[in-house]
């Protein structure tokens, strides 16, 4: 089970933030976000994209600036979180034609709605990019109607 997803550049600013177990605080989450932050960006490219994180493993790949890292279960397939980070990206990629840190910052609901028909409730629930990119499309004509 996914518990959170996360999307950083590499200065530290968290430009998405999808949590599915949060914890007890807002004040936990901000210390998480920054303490996973400083793991990924200082870690060595030779070295594995997975990391123990208490009671996490920490799956993350980076694309341009920008870290995306998914916390799942201990028990869970590192290589099938890796696929779920790089289907997210090509959704990305696919919907803002070649997508960069601006397009997130700008269209963060377009961008959290595009994870919600990907993942829900910590768990993937579509994996094809045109069923998933066509329900946006039909939820976007509905909000100009």
Known sequence: MIRFF???NRQGKTRLSKWYVAPADESEKVRLEDEIHRLVVSRDRKYTSFIEFLNYKLVYRRYAGLFF???VDINDNELACLETIHLFVELLDQYF???CELDIVFNF????????????AG???ETSKKEILD????MEKREKD
Do not use: F
């Open 6 to 8: 996360l999307l950083q």
């Open 69 to 71: 890292t998914i916390a």
């Open 123 to 125: 768990e993937i629930q």
């Open 135 to 138: 329900r946006i499309r039909e």
């Open 97 to 99: 034609s070649n997508v």
């Open 109 to 120: 609901n377009k961008v959290y709605s595009i994870l919600d028909e990907y993942i829900l």
